[in-house]
């Protein structure tokens, strides 16, 4: 059925063809993550495309825009079909395709087809390499402690949990050390930090004292847009704590570019 998820790789000879949706955040602010996420996958035996696109929508459906929300989903399905699978390097992108479109177009039966169509071929990064592509390992080294946000959309939407942990044990030099309430959110939430900035500041500032307290010198998540909320707050409150996307390290990109936030990079803060 079309609305089930595709849960095996193809077999035979044929390539598998891998659309990479790279998403706005990774595009404008961190571009490494998408060169790292397209690195793993080609990695893990796929060909992978990178076709002309835009936004998820996620921000006007997030406002109440269903029009322009609808309008932008079409151009994505469009856009997409076409591949084996739908790979985005954040939970976030990954939830507003997989979970939403096809609730959007829940009223037109052939969007609605060809959204719960996408939908069943797209997943978040970590949970392509480890669930559909089954890789047995990663080739890259980092000598540090790391801990792990784990993203609400993500974790909420898409079940993405044990996969990047499962991803991480196989990094050579790098032990993970669990936060406290490593499930809780960060404070982002897209526009909610815009609208709510108090209550994001204080929202984020327990995250970051989470952190530090496990002693890591490595924040890693699969989101950018919390990354980008964490690194800015870490960096206000005097922290050493470096923060990365999980792809950068999964795919031993770490020497390519600064963390995020410094020399240049930029971090928000809710």
């Not at 996420?37 to 109440?64: F, K, M, R, W, Y």
Request: net charge negative.
């Amino acid at each position: 059925m079309a609305d089930e998820k595709t849960n095996s790789p193809k077999t035979g000879s044929a390539p598998i063809n891998v659309g990479l949706f790279a998403t706005c955040l990774v595009d404008l602010f961190r571009p490494t993550v998408g060169f790292a996420a397209a690195q793993l996958i080609e990695a893990a035996g796929c060909t992978v495309h990178v076709p002309d696109q835009t936004c998820c929508g996620q921000p006007a459906h997030n406002s109440g825009d269903r029009n322009n929300t609808r309008q932008i989903a079409r151009q994505v399905i469009e856009t997409f079909e076409r591949f084996d699978y739908v790979v985005a390097p954040s939970g976030s992108c990954g939830g507003m395709i997989a979970v939403h479109y096809p609730e959007l177009f829940a009223d037109d039966p052939e969007w609605s087809r060809r959204a719960r169509a996408l939908a069943a071929k797209t997943f978040e990064l970590t949970t392509f390499l480890a669930d559909i592509m089954k890789i047995e390992g990663v080739t890259a080294h980092y000598d540090g402690t790391a801990t792990y946000h784990d993203a609400c959309a993500g974790l909420r939407e898409l079940g993405v949990r044990d996969q990047p942990r499962e991803l991480l044990a196989g990094v050579d030099g790098l032990a993970v050390e669990e936060m406290a309430e490593t499930e809780a959110c960060c404070g982002f939430g897209g526009t909610f930090c815009v609208k709510y900035g108090e209550i994001s500041t204080d929202i984020v500032s327990r995250k970051t004292a989470n952190v530090v307290k496990t002693g890591a010198d490595l924040l890693l998540a699969g989101d950018l847009g919390c990354l980008l909320n964490i690194a800015g707050r870490l960096k206000r409150e005097g922290s050493s704590v470096q923060v990365r996307h999980v792809a950068e390290v999964l795919a031993g990109m770490t020497d390519q570019v600064p963390p995020i936030g410094e020399a240049g990079e930029t971090g928000g803060e809710g």
